[in-house]
């Protein structure tokens, strides 16, 4: 049974292989993992489990907003959210 702890794992795991800064940060039930792919700019992931887990992202700087100087980190954020997407909802 895949729980928040698994899909935190595995997401710390994927920052790992790539190279990427990643942190957790816990509120009650939910787990936000945040990777730091550039200079305020992140990816966060939100991961809360019920009877199933909801996984839901955001990008940009802690008010997931980003300034045209990243623009040419949403490429690399979103080949990294369908990694991240693909390897946690694998059967």
């Known amino acids: ?3 928040v702890n698994n899909i935190v794992n595995k997401i710390m795991g994927i920052a790992g292989e790539l190279g ?3 942190s957790v940060e816990e509120y009650g039930r939910e787990r936000v993992v945040i ?3 550039g200079e305020d700019f992140s990816i966060y992931v939100s991961i ?3 009877s ?3 996984i839901e992202y955001a990008i940009g700087d802690e ?3 980003f300034k045209s100087s990243s623009i040419e980190l949403l490429r690399r954020a979103v080949e990294i959210i369908e990694r991240i ?3 946690t909802t694998r059967a």
């Open 48 to 50: 809360v489990c019920n």
């Open 1 to 3: 049974m895949v729980d």
């Open 63 to 65: 008010n997931f907003t």
């Open 85 to 87: 997407n693909n390897e």
């Open 52 to 54: 199933e887990c909801d």
């Open 20 to 22: 990427i800064a990643a």
């Open 35 to 37: 990777l730091e792919i």
